[in-house]
């Protein structure tokens, strides 16, 4: 089937370590996207990328690092230099172009990530 | 910058109540606006969306929201909720650049009574 996978689903860290979260989609999807969810917050966009080897930071991108050297790829890193890293993170991706049809975004299950 | 506002955090309702949760956006110009919803442990799914046209939008489960321009707002409604629709729901606005930077509100949680 076809759709949006996200690893690992939880996800516990030491603080000052860095850890990576992926994301694959078979969905044949240009542009892809990296939000944070916390309570109270709704969706924070921290990275998006439209085309392979090129991406753009979101509203939150500190402390994270992308790369995106496949289309259906878009890994998320979290850094040590985040400072509040434990959050609920969604990954997404959509059929890029013109106009951009909202309705074709598609999201991933999420990964917990939880600092100890 | 945009934004996307939506007024209540948490409603509570009992079945069959009446349903309205409040969005509201800043921007000026051309806007395309979009309501999802997360019911517990699943994923995000867009319920409706309003790109030009008729400002009453339908969507999915009998939801509908109305764009009302000259008060940039996007309010969603149901004129009587069930148990399964407890869920967060989530207002967005694309943002104006036209790269598909889709811009979330806070988010709403209903709850909704048997």
């Known amino acids: ?116 | 910058a945009q934004s996307v506002s939506q007024h209540n955090h948490h409603v509570i309702l009992s079945e069959a109540a009446s349903l309205e949760l409040g969005c509201n956006y800043s921007y000026g110009g051309t806007v395309n606006l979009f309501w999802y919803v997360q019911y517990p442990g699943q994923h995000l799914q867009l319920l409706l969306k309003y790109f030009s046209g008729d400002p009453l939008v339908k969507g999915i489960k009998g939801f509908e929201a109305e764009f009302i321009k000259s008060k940039f707002s996007f309010n969603l409604r149901k004129p009587s909720v069930q148990w399964s629709d407890t869920a967060e729901y989530f207002c967005a606005v694309l943002g104006s650049s036209n790269t598909g930077k889709l811009i979330f509100g806070q988010g709403t949680t209903l709850q909704v009574k048997p």
């Open chain 1, 1 to 116: 089937d076809g759709g949006i996978t996200q690893s690992p689903k939880y996800l516990f860290r030491k603080e000052g370590q860095n850890v990576t979260l992926s994301c694959e989609q078979n969905l044949n999807h240009d542009a892809m996207y990296w939000y944070r969810q916390d309570p109270g917050q709704g969706l924070r966009l921290i990275y998006y990328s439209q085309i392979v080897n090129d991406f753009q930071k979101g509203d939150i991108a500190e402390g994270y690092s992308v790369s995106r050297e496949k289309k259906e790829s878009f890994p998320l890193t979290v850094t040590s230099a985040q400072k509040n890293p434990t959050a609920f993170y969604l990954c997404a991706s959509a059929h890029s172009g013109q106009p951009f049809s909202g309705n074709t975004i598609y999201f991933g299950e999420g990964s917990w990530l939880t600092v100890v």
